[in-house]
């Protein structure tokens, strides 16, 4: 199953994580949780890693709405973006809303999930 959508930039690694968060704000999401995965398994597990960011971005009002229409939904929120390093260059990843959609069995989900993949299409677009 495919549950995202990528894009490799021509930004640096903390320079991508800058522009999605500025472009994230456009949309109306901020970025609640950052988790440096890198870092987090060098310090817990004593292991080099890859640069590798999630990001937990959240639009208050989709949100609300979604949970209005599906009280358990926070169980797949925030939506995260992770920005990584591959092969040199920088890797940005949305994950695709229409598969909450898809699990949840909720048909007023597929109009808001509709909507949140579009913004992070968007913001995905511009980075």
Known sequence: MKYGFS??????FEEAIQKVTDE??????GV????DVKETLKK????????????G???P???HQALQAEEELGLLLPCN?????????T?????????????????????????VKKKLEKVLQEV
């Not at 994230?24 to 999401?29: M, R």
């Not at 817990?44 to 990001?55: A, G, N, R, S, V």
């Not at 890797?91 to 509709?114: E, G, H, L, T, Y």
């Open 57 to 59: 971005a959240c639009n």
């Open 32 to 35: 609640l949780t950052t988790i």
């Open 44 to 55: 817990k597990l004593d292991l080099d890693f890859k640069k590798y960011t999630i990001l």
């Open 61 to 63: 009002p989709l949100a």
């Open 7 to 12: 894009k490799t930039t021509e930004y640096s």
């Open 91 to 115: 890797v940005v990843s949305v994950f695709d809303p229409m598969v909450m959609a898809q699990i949840i069995d909720n048909p007023m989900m597929k109009s808001v999930a509709d909507e």
């Open 24 to 29: 994230l704000k456009k949309e109306g999401f």
């Open 81 to 89: 973006v992770i920005v990584y390093e591959k092969d040199k260059k």
